[in-house]
């Protein structure tokens, strides 16, 4: 029986949501940022940075996609009088607006260097993850976290500047974590969204050896530690807000969509990649939320936007069967994996959770009954 935050409307299904008094983790977790000092966020940041200087000409490296957020964080950097290295592992199939965004990024005032891996063999791994484990994105959330860490170590770079925490923003982890300070080899390995797939499980895949997967790899313990690698969150030390980071990102010439995008109720996010639509909705048959629910919490958690009003969004918004993804049709996004939209609609059926949707007398997915967030008040919402 699937239960929901008293406050936001994240649902027990969420993986690694933690609860307390029917509250989730990621409530929590906001909360605890109004105990931070952030007068003194400052300089704990300046002084991280200088005390790690090894390399003489870049203070860190900042991951980067081109999206609002790794917009702001290098803005943020410079702004503190810093010079960073980016660093982009592109989408596997970077949209238009994405690759206009991270041209935007390079116009900021800092080098910049994009890892692109071997497409073949990319494309084969993306096909198997859709498959195996039900994520067709699953290269992406590996290697934008190990190809920094590869330019890290070969630039003699020991400060990597990762965005917001996912285990405080989203209340992904143990409680414990909301307090993370350092992102390493354990994070990744313990929430990465790997679902079991491990590196050396893509040496089955025909046509990929161990040449072809350097950089799916986490550089080893050694070269780490000689290095002194710090992963730290620009989260623990500013204030986060994905809206303003959105405006910030926008008065510096960064491009949000300009039309509404299926699935969710943000235009100014996921821009690039045109396959966040399949997986947000696999992510919905799995869980029972999209991405609609995701950006609706984090408004409700920042007092923008009222529970029920949010409801009313989640319900029209999430898991809207993903027929295009900004400019590109489900067909095509697909064919670029060999994937037909019989197979598709295959794999969507063996994950889907049947203990959340049934088929109804017409053959339509709808949710059950008792699937349905029961919401604390007076409200109920969702597909009653
Ligand atoms: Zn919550």
Known sequence: MISYCSRCLYPSTKPDLWFKDGVCGACHAFDLRSNYDWSSGKQVFRDLLRDNKKNPRYDCIV?????????????????????????????????????????????????????????????????????????????????????????????????????????????????????????????????????????????????????????????????????????????????????SNAVIAQSLGFRVSEENILGTIANYENLDNYVHGIHDYLKYLKFGFGRATDVACNLIRRNLLLRDDACALVEKHDGRYPSSYLDRNLDRILQYYDISLQEFGEVCDDYTNYELFLNDASGQLVRRPDGSPQLTGSFSCLHQ
């Open 63 to 243: 991951p980067v996609s081109g999206g609002k957020d790794s917009t702001y964080q290098v803005w943020r950097v410079l702004k503190e009088g810093f010079n960073p290295l980016c660093k982009t592992a592109p989408t596997d199939q970077l949209t238009a607006l994405g690759r206009a965004n991270i041209e935007n990024l390079k116009s900021l005032g800092c080098d910049y260097i994009e890892i692109s891996v071997n497409r073949e063999v990319r494309r084969k791994i993306n096909r198997h993850a859709f498959f195996a484990v039900g994520d067709i994105q699953w290269p992406e959330h590996l290697l934008i976290y190990t190809i920094p860490v590869r330019a890290a170590v070969q630039f003699q770079i020991p400060v990597i500047l990762w965005g917001e925490c996912p285990q405080r923003e989203y209340g992904a982890g143990r409680p414990e974590d909301a307090y993370l300070k350092y992102f390493d080899r354990r994070v990744l390995e313990e929430y990465g969204s790997l679902n079991g797939l491990r590196v050396s499980d893509l040496l089955a895949i025909q046509g990929v050896d161990d040449r072809d997967l350097y950089f799916y790899e986490y550089p080893s313990a050694e070269e780490v530690d000689s290095l002194g690698l710090k992963g730290i969150y620009l989260d623990n030390y500013f204030p986060w807000n994905g809206i």
